[in-house]
């Protein structure tokens, strides 16, 4: 089985631009949740999709959102980026009853 | 809010000995406990975990302890080897309504020293 891809790797933007970020979860898995990783603050949830419903969301702006389609793939989008929101964004898939979460390879983004 | 600390930050051992990272949780309604284990430009992978309904976990060299009174819980390495060297994160969660949303402590970087 692949694991959970995320797509693109690393990216470099310019503030006020935006960004999408894609993860495909593993073959099965209905819930992806999105993580920003940062030096000092570890992981910070930003939300969770299951079946194309955001079912949890943590304390991140509006600027932050996503969304989730029929396959279960997810995609995440920054508005008007910030210097600091830059970081690794992880995402981690679960297969449905099982509470072990697997994680993606992670985006790099740097904001510029 | 909920809140997860870690302790130590940083951990350095000597290859053989053991190191012990600690973590407190808030929210009394967590009953899931993982730890991951994240290596320098990887991703991070689950090692061990564990259920408020143990006390304690053991797999191999690696094992989890669990005092839902204190809301402690702790990872134990032993026989340290150089390649246990990476960056350690506990988390805590609640799978009640099935949401799998964890809340992680900030890390803890090892370095098992030869």
């Known amino acids: 089985k692949a694991g959970v891809t995320q797509t693109p790797r690393y990216l470099i933007k310019t503030r006020g631009q935006q960004v999408t970020l894609s993860c495909s979860p593993i073959s099965g898995h209905r819930s992806v949740s999105w993580y920003q990783q940062t030096p000092g603050q570890g992981l910070q949830f930003l939300f969770e999709?299951?079946?194309?419903?955001?079912?949890n969301k943590g304390n991140f702006p509006g600027r932050f959102s996503g969304r989730q389609f029929s396959n279960s793939r997810s995609e995440m989008n920054v508005s008007t980026l910030e210097l600091g929101d830059s970081a690794l964004y992880l995402c981690a898939s679960n297969q449905d009853g099982n509470t072990e979460a697997f994680f993606g390879q992670g985006t790099r983004l740097t904001v510029v | 809010g909920e809140n997860v600390e870690q302790h130590p930050s940083t951990l350095s051992v000597q290859e053989g000995d053991s190191a012990v990272i600690k973590c407190t949780y808030s929210d009394s309604a967590s009953n899931y406990f993982p730890w991951y284990k994240q290596e320098l430009g990887k991703r991070p992978q689950l090692i061990i975990d564990?259920?408020?309904?143990?006390g304690e976990k053991k797999d191999q060299r690696i094992a989890v302890t669990l005092n839902k009174t204190a809301k402690h819980f702790s990872l134990h390495i032993t026989e340290t080897q150089p390649e246990d060297s990476a960056v350690y994160f506990c988390?805590?969660?609640?799978?009640?309504?099935?949401?799998?949303?964890?809340?992680f402590g900030t890390g803890t970087r090892l370095k098992v020293l030869a």
């Open positions: 988390a805590a969660s609640s799978d009640h309504a099935g949401t799998y949303k964890y809340i």
């Open positions: 999709y299951f079946s194309e419903t955001q079912r």
């Open positions: 564990i259920r408020s309904n143990v």
